[in-house]
């Protein structure tokens, strides 16, 4: 019988004391914590892609668009101390299918995720270590390291370049240049809000956030960049 007794009122205990603290919680601070816009910020965990066969950041999508013989990969990296999200590109310029060697790290955001990242601000640690080129004619960018915000339609990228800070736009596409030093760590504040709502963009109920590293054939060479931890504030 006491058996029996403490099997059924033991998950109401349970049950009464998560509502106690939920209270309390509400009591003290005034609402219960909103979860945060953006899984795993800081890449603390990961696991194997089974697609690449190598490890990526756990609630992170991998994909690469290469040519025959350009290479592209993600790892655990460490870079001047600290851990993070490493992104490595080979485009080697040969005349193939792909103008583009790029690799794309993406979480699919909803709801109210899209909500918090239109209405907050996102901060985020990276570290470039190349500048950004554009074609001289028609002055389509030639690589980037940075973040892309695809809504299905439309594309926002920012990115990250020792160089001053411009805004351009070529076809449904958004390029945002922030001044950022190479080759050190620094904390940028962006407000993709702001960016999509003076282009014309209304919110939508999904976007994909990504990071991104590439070049076309007509910028070869090595590319890598890092991130070490985004959040909406």
Request: aromatic share 12%.
């Amino acid at each position: 019988m006491t058996k029996s007794v403490r099997r059924i009122f033991a998950p109401a205990s349970i049950l009464i004391c998560v509502c106690v603290i939920s209270l309390l919680f509400v009591r003290l601070y005034g609402a219960m914590p909103e979860a945060p816009a953006i899984a795993n910020p800081r890449f603390k965990y990961w696991t194997r892609d089974p697609l690449w066969n190598f490890t990526k950041p756990l609630m992170w999508e991998v994909s690469l668009l290469l040519g025959p013989k350009d290479r592209g990969f993600i790892r655990r990296d460490v870079v001047d101390g600290k851990t993070c999200l490493g992104m490595h590109v080979y485009q080697d310029g040969a005349n193939d299918a792909h103008n583009w060697a790029t690799v794309h790290v993406r979480q699919n955001l909803r709801g109210r995720a899209v909500k918090q990242l239109f209405e907050g601000t996102l901060e985020i640690w990276v570290y470039p270590t190349f500048m950004h080129r554009r074609h001289q004619n028609p002055g389509d960018p030639e690589n980037v390291f940075g973040l892309e915000i695809n809504n299905g339609t439309n594309l926002l990228w920012i990115i990250f370049s020792e160089q001053p800070t411009q805004v351009y736009q070529i076809t449904r596409h958004l390029v945002v240049v922030i001044n950022t030093p190479l080759n050190t760590w620094s904390r940028r504040e962006v407000s993709i809000g702001n960016y999509c709502s003076e282009a014309g963009w209304t919110l939508p109920s999904e976007v994909a956030l990504i990071f991104l590293v590439g070049a076309t054939k007509g910028a070869p060479g090595e590319y890598a960049g890092f991130f070490q931890e985004i959040k909406v504030v």
